[in-house]
């Protein structure tokens, strides 16, 4: 039988998750918990990775060692860059891609990996159906799959949600996702992000980031949840 691994980065992202989870089995690994059980009859691991590329890199690995999951969803929060996108609002990947990663000295597009054929790195194109179909089934589920931005950096200024929107064409900005999704590549796993937006990445998110990080964890979860009914 297939296992599911579902990664949050925060405690917030994961706790809507943990609480659904039956025969509940948890394990240690490098200072990650990963909480092994049952969600909808469906065998799946749930963990924090904690924040960052290298949090989110050391617990996919894992995932897929440890615990042979065939799937990863991604499931948290994330600063909106797309103009459309407002507080709540859902981003399914369609591809993610490292903000972060800058060669331009030596004359490699920003975002680009130097000598490495992808960069930017497809989601699963089953996964961003279902995903979708989750969007569409829940009332006020306004969404739109794009490209995930992720970076270890906070994004708080106009400018720079400017330039990944303009120059990569960013849908949000977040600090995991492509490191998952390089992962999931070099291991050949299908794996999606969903992110609902907690703030616009313009520096205002300060004032109430822990309120609608909670709120916006819950519209990711929803949208999980969903998923796991039919994957
Ligand atoms: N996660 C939530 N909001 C974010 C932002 N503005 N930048 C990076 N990661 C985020």
Do not use: W
Not at 110 to 117: D, F
Not at 141 to 151: A, F, Q, R
């Amino acid at each position: 039988t297939q296992v599911i691994g579902l990664i949050g980065a925060m405690d917030e992202e994961i706790e809507l998750l943990l609480q659904q989870l039956d025969n509940k089995d948890t394990t240690v690994k490098v200072g990650v918990t990963y909480a092994a059980g049952t969600i909808h009859g469906k065998q799946v691991v749930v963990c924090k990775s904690g924040v960052g590329k290298v949090n989110a890199a050391v617990t996919t690995q894992i995932l897929i060692d440890a615990f042979g999951v065939s799937k990863i969803v991604f499931t948290g929060v994330a600063g909106a860059l797309h103009p459309e996108l407002n507080i709540g609002d859902i981003v399914i990947s369609s591809s993610c891609m490292q903000h972060d990663m800058d060669v331009t000295p030596l004359g490699f597009a920003k975002g680009v990996i130097p000598y490495q054929e992808v960069s930017d790195f497809p989601a699963d194109q089953g996964l961003i159906t279902i995903a979708e179909e989750a969007c569409k089934e829940l009332a006020d589920g306004h969404y739109i799959v794009g490209k995930v931005l992720s970076g270890d950096q906070f994004i708080a200024s106009r400018d720079t949600v400017q330039m990944l929107y303009s120059e990569l064409n960013g849908a949000c900005a977040e600090m995991e996702g492509a490191a998952v999704a390089q992962v999931c590549h070099m291991n050949a796993v299908p794996y999606v992000v969903i992110r609902s937006m907690s703030d616009k990445a313009d520096g205002s998110a300060h004032v109430n980031f822990p309120e609608f990080t909670v709120k916006a964890s819950k519209r990711s979860h929803e949208i999980v949840n969903h998923m796991l009914s039919r994957l």
